[in-house]
């Protein structure tokens, strides 16, 4: 079942707004930061970036960051919700979806736990 030419999952290999994605994470001292690829599981995207920040407006940067640099690197956010509540922040790109919990939000929806049997990188 086409096992040659799944490729391996690894940080070098994701696509350049995903990387730039994750430095602007790691930039912000976003919290248990991982990319999940939902390639082989999914019709809707093909990664999830998942992180959470300590405070609403740690996740309100975060997300600003995250738009803003990918803004100018040509990449525009598809949809955005949940920035009221900043208890889970969701930035849809299409063929990736940002989640920025509350750490007790993350705790509850445990998306890692419901999508377990997909490749993960953790940073």
């Known amino acids: 079942m086409g096992q040659e030419k ?13 990387r730039l994605a994750v430095e602007v994470c790691l930039a912000k001292k ?26 609403s407006r740690q996740g309100a940067a975060i997300a600003e960051g995250i738009e803003s640099e990918l803004k100018k690197a040509g990449t525009r956010v598809l949809s ?4 009221e509540t900043e208890d889970w922040v969701l930035l849809d790109y299409g063929s990736f979806v940002v989640h920025i919990f509350s750490p007790k939000a993350r705790e509850h929806y445990s998306l ?12």
Do not use: Q
Not at 80 to 83: A, F, N, Q, S, T
């Open 6 to 18: 799944k490729k391996t999952f690894t940080k070098r290999g994701l696509p350049r707004e995903i």
């Open 30 to 55: 976003a919290e248990g930061l991982c990319v999940l690829g939902l390639s082989e599981l999914s019709s809707f995207t093909d990664f999830f970036l998942i992180m959470h920040g300590n405070s």
């Open 80 to 83: 955005v919700e949940g920035r």
């Open 112 to 123: 890692e736990k419901l999508w377990g049997d997909a490749p993960r990188l953790d940073y």
